[in-house]
């Protein structure tokens, strides 16, 4: 008797019964209790019908016996442990596979349905909007209205629970440089909507940058293209013992700043909240009564006339934000009301705008610890020192 080495790559006749004469043993894998014997037309093999006639043979080539004589390979029926070992794992592969694939199928399927809690994010994923308006703010900014593509059937106002908290943002990807960039929606237009404002809709206030690479990417789409987002990111949740709120915003600062306003005297009935808005833009043109941000705001200040107040700041015109002003619109938010403080943290004091502008007022942010922190005071608020107001950077 020989030992032999193997190949266990089964090539032809996979299903061809033969009967071998004698029985050769080997060292084979567990599962593999086989016998080897060299191919003959001897009329004994007939004896062993009755043993192998269920087996299942193998063509192995083996260059011992010469390139005329080929060996077969052949299996022992199972034990019944070991047909119930195969059975129960069987059942178990069974189970995984089909779990996995009617998760599949439900999260394929699902995936682009209208969120049935009414949420329109599915955070960290984008999510596809489209858009349905551009209006032209100056020649430089404009709104962007956008509206998501699995809204269909939402009946209240997807985002209440960000409005309520305060200030929040989302991103808008740049497809092409793999890029994102952080926008702060606008509330709902209050007077003249252009457009047929619908549950989920979004605004934002876009102002088109020379090197900015998202900004320039959607001031080139036309309505109708598809845009992703992805958020919505919590920012500064107001407090509800929040009774005075000072607002220094610049250019696109405007938006957190109407976010401010929406949460203090829209979104909260029960707020008793005063706020005053300063707004700086470089050009008149940026700021205009005819424009629609302007025109929401003056609605506001005609809405609630003892708890808002609007004040417009041109560079171009030299109406700049000095230590004088400033010292004068924290000594009284509105003119003409005593203040009723509460607590010490309960006067806000917000800046908002472009990197210059942070710098001038109160200093730029800094990162610590890989988060965007605070940072010092600096600037014109350092030399104020306004003690009993707590300064909030955006």
């Known amino acids: 008797m020989h030992k032999i080495r193997i190949s266990t790559r089964p090539l032809l006749n996979l ?29 004994t093999e007939q004896k062993l019908n009755d043993d192998w006639q269920y087996h299942t043979g193998y063509w192995i080539p083996f260059a011992r016996f010469g390139p005329q004589r080929r060996m077969k390979i052949y299996t022992k029926p199972p034990s019944l442990k070991d047909r119930e070992r195969v059975a129960t794992v069987d059942r178990r592969v069974y189970s995984v596979t089909t779990l996995c694939a009617i998760g599949g199928m439900l999260f394929f399927l699902l995936a682009d349905a209208p969120k049935q809690n009414g949420q329109i994010f599915d955070a960290p994923r984008f999510t596809s909007f489209t858009i349905i308006g551009k209006e032209l703010v100056s020649t430089t900014a404009f709104i962007l209205t956008v509206r998501p593509d699995n809204a269909a059937g939402l009946v209240e106002d ?8 305060g200030t929040w943002s989302v991103e808008f990807k740049q497809p092409q440089l793999q890029i994102a960039r952080s926008y702060t929606p606008l509330p709902s237009p209050t007077v003249d909507a252009r457009f047929d404002s619908k549950p989920g809709d979004l605004r934002f206030v876009i102002r088109r940058e020379e090197s900015g690479e998202v900004s320039n990417y959607l001031a080139g789409l036309p309505v109708g293209r598809k845009v ?5 990111h919590l920012g500064i949740e107001l407090p509800g013992y929040t009774t005075e709120v000072l607002f220094l915003a610049g250019g696109t600062g405007i938006a957190p700043a109407m976010q401010v306003a929406h949460k203090l005297l829209e979104a909260d009935a029960t707020a008793s909240a005063r706020m005053h808005i300063v707004w700086a833009n470089r050009r008149r043109e940026d700021c205009l009564p005819t424009s629609c941000i302007p025109r929401e705001l003056e609605a506001l200040q005609h809405k609630h006339p003892g708890n808002f ?3 417009y700041l041109v560079d171009a015109e030299q109406t700049l934000i000095d230590h004088k002003q400033l010292s004068t619109w924290t000594k009284n938010v509105l003119p003409g009301k005593s203040g009723f403080v509460t607590r010490t943290d309960s006067k806000l004091l917000f800046v908002s705008g472009p990197e210059g502008f942070m710098n001038v007022i109160a200093g730029a942010k800094k990162w610590e610890d890989g988060k965007e922190q605070q940072g ?19």
Request: proline share 9%; with cysteine; hydrophobic share 30%.
């Open 15 to 43: 299903s061809q019964r033969w009967n071998p004469l004698t029985r050769n043993q080997f060292a084979l894998p567990p599962a593999f209790n086989c016998c080897l014997r060299q191919s003959s037309t001897n009329t």
């Open 158 to 165: 997807p985002y209440t629970k960000e409005w309520k908290h």
């Open 228 to 232: 992703e987002l992805r958020g919505p």
């Open 309 to 311: 107040k609007m004040t």
């Open 376 to 394: 010092e005071i600096s600037g014109l608020l350092k030399r104020l020192g306004p003690r009993d107001w707590k300064v909030i950077k955006l």
